[in-house]
């Protein structure tokens, strides 16, 4: 068990929704990272935050946002979404923003019929 | 080109082999290596990191890398069944506080009592 947790586990939604995928890190970890894992385009960096600010950004779609709070979860919103969003969505945490030491949860898996 | 390449198997053997798994990539700033080990339905784990050419051991793993060559090897030795997982290599271009990791598709390992 890694610290971190995500929720839900499931989600499956249809075409033209919206959903929010929640991530809580380990104790202590400022630092989250979200990645999309399919199997044609394998694991695949989205963004990430730090203490609350956006430091990098990946592969993410203009329809997908992020934002860590205060408390430092942070949330993963999917919008208008289509058949090829169905992926393992995970959220990593980090004690600092500038290390490969990454700390992944279980993941959510989403289906989009 | 994608930046990272690696063979997605399955690679099947029998338990006490010695197995090796590798990882190309084509991006020259990539400076820190890493194996994550992932079982099914599961996020990824860090196994190993290195960020310099040759080896490094820990236990029955052994990273390795060749920088002029972009090549990047795990060898485990004497297999157990419970290596059975998908191996991913992911690469890194540290910059000032950020980390991005870029994943190659990961390789199914079977080894089998």
């Known amino acids: 068990d890694s610290g971190v947790t995500q929720t839900p586990k499931h989600l499956i939604t249809a075409t033209g929704q919206r959903v929010t995928l929640r991530c809580s890190p380990r104790s202590g970890d400022l630092s989250v990272y979200w990645y999309q894992q399919s199997l044609d385009q394998g694991l695949q960096f989205l963004i990430q935050?730090?203490?609350?600010?956006?430091?990098a950004k990946g592969n993410i779609l203009e329809r997908f946002s992020a934002q860590q709070f205060p408390d430092l979860h942070s949330e993963l919103n999917l919008s208008s979404l289509e058949l090829g969003d169905s992926a393992l969505y995970f959220c990593?945490?980090?004690?600092?923003?500038?290390?490969?030491?990454?700390?992944f949860g279980p993941g959510t898996r989403l289906t989009v019929t | 080109q994608k930046e990272v390449e690696q063979d997605p198997g399955p690679l099947s053997v029998p338990e006490g082999a010695i197995v090796s798994l590798n990882c190309t990539y084509s991006n020259s700033a990539f400076q820190y290596f890493m194996w994550y080990r992932q079982y099914s339905r599961k996020g990824p784990e860090l196994l190993m990191y290195t960020y310099s050419s040759g080896n490094k051991e820990d236990g029955r793993f052994t990273a390795q890398v060749d920088k002029s060559s972009k090549y990047i090897s795990l060898f485990i030795r004497d297999s157990q069944p419970s290596d059975s997982a998908t191996y991913l290599c992911a690469m890194s271009a540290l910059g000032s506080g950020y980390s991005t990791l870029t994943f190659g598709k990961g390789t199914m390992l079977l080894v089998s009592p």
């Open positions: 935050y730090y203490n609350g600010e956006e430091r």
């Open positions: 990593a945490s980090s004690t600092t923003p500038g290390t490969y030491e990454q700390y």
